[in-house]
């Protein structure tokens, strides 16, 4: 069974700092593995996709990478600002007729 | 370029009721996928649409939600009878060529 696992569930930093959000998958076959931020009452929002031959990607301060060999990715977020406060899902597409395995998501709160 | 459009966001129903929902996916998208997004989980797909055939729908409760994309545009969902286990927010979704997906703003759907 496709699985997407994300850690920490939950995060507060402060304002300007970096931090990093962790995912594990298991999702076979796999095409490609995709960050979506989601603000609160809003839809999913693309930050990046990569697929198995790409190990890092950048969105301006966002930038992930990828172990296809450990099957683990993680979301750097650097100079955090307050409208980074939302949650970050990571996503497995096995490229069969888009099919996605979301994870539940990291809640990020940036404050003052 | 016009994102996908939902309506409504919010919506409010006594359990046993039925409710519809309405999308608009970006103009020449042929992908429209209609997703669950229960609180604190990631969106789960109900059903995909490739045009105006069914790609997936092995997710859909049948017994009591429906959807239809008649003309290969727009898109309605449609519950009958709402449970209390259905409150969530409903996620539309639309692909060009079925890699990066689009996000409607969502409905959030309280059933009491």
């Known amino acids: 069974k496709n699985q997407v696992e994300q850690s920490p569930q939950s995060l507060i930093i402060l304002e300007g700092k970096n931090c990093t959000l962790q995912?594990?998958?298991?999702?076979?076959?796999?095409?490609?593995l995709r960050w979506y931020k989601q603000d609160t009452g809003r839809g999913p929002v693309s930050l990046t996709i990569?697929?198995?031959?790409?190990n890092t990607k950048s969105n301006g301060r966002y930038t992930a990478t990828l172990d296809a060999d450990t099957k683990q990715s993680s979301l750097h977020i650097t100079a955090s600002q307050l409208s980074d406060s939302a949650s970050y899902i990571c996503?497995?597409?096995?490229?069969?007729?888009?099919?996605?395995?979301f994870g539940t998501g990291t809640r990020l709160q940036v404050t003052l | 370029e016009a994102g996908v459009a939902q309506s409504p966001r919010y919506k409010i129903i006594e359990k046993r009721q039925s409710v519809a929902f309405w999308c608009n996916p970006i103009?020449?998208?042929?992908?429209l996928y209609w997703y669950q997004q229960i609180l604190g989980q990631g969106p789960k797909l109900l059903i995909q649409?490739?045009?105006?055939?069914?790609?997936?729908d092995s997710q859909l409760p049948k017994d009591r939600f429906s959807a239809e994309r008649l003309k290969g545009v727009d898109s309605t969902l449609k519950i009958q009878p709402a449970k209390l286990e259905d409150s969530a927010v409903y996620l539309c979704?639309?692909?060009?060529?079925?890699?990066?997906?689009?996000f409607g703003p969502g409905t959030r759907l309280t059933v009491l």
């Open positions: 979704a639309s692909s060009l060529a079925g890699l990066e997906q689009f």
């Open positions: 995912c594990n998958y298991t999702v076979s076959p796999f095409s490609n």
């Open positions: 990569m697929t198995f031959s790409e």
């Open positions: 996503v497995g597409d096995t490229g069969t007729a888009s099919k996605l395995t």
């Open positions: 103009s020449g998208h042929a992908t």
């Open positions: 649409f490739q045009n105006n055939g069914v790609v997936d």
